[in-house]
């Protein structure tokens, strides 16, 4: 079974204190990893694809890695705006062509002025 | 461009009876995945919709069930509800393996 462990669950920083996400996972066969962001009330917005280990990508503030057992997700200089629940999901290898994403339980984080 | 659209944005129901949720996928997509978020928690996937068939489904029971239309747009229903359905259903669309775009979700009250 398809398994994702977020950690811390909730993280609480200054503006401008760096920090990092982690997102454990294990999959039979890894087609993709997802990062999302989730605003009170607001269905997931899609951030970051990781396919392979070693892979990073970055967008604004943000970066995140993978490796064959994590992923993380690395928050540079935040602002109050970045302040979410930060979602991981997996994505298996599967026949036929279906891809249900296999969540975790988020990281609530909170940026203060 | 539309994104995905979910309809009604929120809705309560009473014990037992049975509920349908409606979806409307981003344009140019084809398949279409229903999740369900209990508060604090992460989605979980219930099933997804490709060429109007049930292609994959996630460990919900069969109270359950789902239906895409020729026009990609979908519908969840849930009978015999209980005060556990109570969550935030999000229909997510997608297109030949593409990221999943999701909508804002129905948020279901069962009392």
């Known amino acids: 079974e398809d398994q994702v462990t977020q950690s811390p669950e909730a993280l609480r920083l200054q503006e401008g204190e760096s920090s990092s996400l982690n997102c454990s996972y294990t999959v039979s066969g890894l087609r993709g990893l997802f990062w999302y962001r989730q605003d009170p009330g607001k269905g997931p917005e899609f951030l970051f694809t990781l396919y392979s280990a070693g892979e990073e990508k970055e967008k604004e503030r943000l970066k995140a890695t993978l490796t064959k057992k994590e992923s993380f997700l690395h928050i540079t200089a935040p602002k109050p705006e970045d302040s979410a629940t930060y979602l991981c999901?997996?994505?298996?290898?599967?026949?036929?062509?279906?891809?249900?994403?296999?969540f975790g339980k988020g990281t609530h984080l909170i940026i203060q002025p | 461009d539309a994104g995905v659209t979910q309809s009604p944005t929120h809705l309560i129901k009473t014990r037992g009876q049975q509920v349908t949720l409606r979806c409307s996928p981003k344009s140019g997509h084809d398949t279409v995945s229903w999740y369900q978020q209990a508060l604090g928690q992460g989605p979980q996937f219930i099933f997804q919709?490709?060429?109007?068939?049930?292609?994959q489904r996630g460990n919900f029971p069969d109270r359950f069930s789902g239906h895409q239309f020729p026009n990609y747009s979908s519908e969840l229903n849930v009978n015999a509800l209980l005060l556990g359905d109570s969550a935030l259903y999000l229909c997510?669309?997608?297109?030949?393996?593409?990221?999943?775009?999701f909508g804002s979700g129905t948020r279901l009250t069962v009392v």
């Open positions: 919709y490709y060429e109007e068939e049930e292609r």
């Open positions: 997510a669309s997608s297109s030949q393996g593409r990221v999943d775009t």
């Open positions: 999901a997996v994505q298996a290898e599967s026949g036929g062509g279906a891809d249900g994403l296999t």
